[in-house]
């Protein structure tokens, strides 16, 4: 019985003379949340090179937020940065899927279904919301000057132009994503990239 005692303190003086464990890395938020219905724009699902075009549309909206500026004529004084919501970037993620999948350009879906919908039926309470889609075609596509040309198109766009810097919308969701699109009267399919920028804020 000494013989085991006396091993069990050596074992133990031997552990408390080593270099302490090191802690693993926390592992990384998910982009978006585990629900269901948002697995198929998951981490492993998304391409990784669309992900981080994603965070630099949320960058250059960013930019401009700070800076502030025009819509026609209405002006907009700087406002506070948007966040990147998982929810919202899954309901943006699986919008732009469908218009790929079903070959349209809208923020309502084939079946008259809005952001508004979407995005309560991912978990998100909403008191106001938002939403601007759009195709980028290019004969090559590169994610991240792609993500550069849409918000400069969204922001040139009266329509959607005021979405970027409405002070009331603190939170997004971007989903990003190649795929082809057939422009009308044209001969073959182009090369695109499909966005869509979900934006709210919760009650």
């Not at 009331?168 to 182009?190: C, F, N, S």
């Amino acid at each position: 019985m000494a013989t085991a005692l006396r091993g069990t303190c050596v074992g133990a003086l031997l552990v408390l003379a080593c270099d302490a464990p090191v802690s693993p890395e926390p592992k990384a938020a998910p982009a978006v949340p585990e629900l269901a219905a948002c697995e198929p724009v998951g981490d492993d699902a998304w391409p990784e090179p669309w992900a981080d075009a994603e965070l630099e549309v949320l960058a250059r909206v960013n930019a401009l937020r700070a800076r502030g500026g025009s819509c026609g004529v209405l002006q907009f004084s700087p406002a506070p940065p948007l966040r990147m919501q998982p929810n919202l970037r899954c309901a943006a993620r699986l919008h732009t899927d469908d218009m790929v999948e079903r070959a349209y350009v809208s923020s309502v879906d084939p079946d008259g279904l809005g952001a508004g919908n979407r995005i309560a039926r991912l978990e998100y309470n909403a008191a106001t919301f938002a939403e601007v889609v759009a195709v980028v075609t290019e004969d090559d596509i590169d994610e991240l000057d792609d993500a550069d040309d849409v918000v400069t198109a969204w922001r040139d766009n009266p329509t959607s132009c005021w979405q970027l810097f409405a002070r009331e919308l603190t939170e997004v969701g971007v989903g990003g994503r190649e795929a082809t699109y057939m422009a009308k009267e044209a001969e073959e399919p182009q090369r695109a990239a499909y966005w869509t920028l979900t934006l709210a804020t919760p009650r």
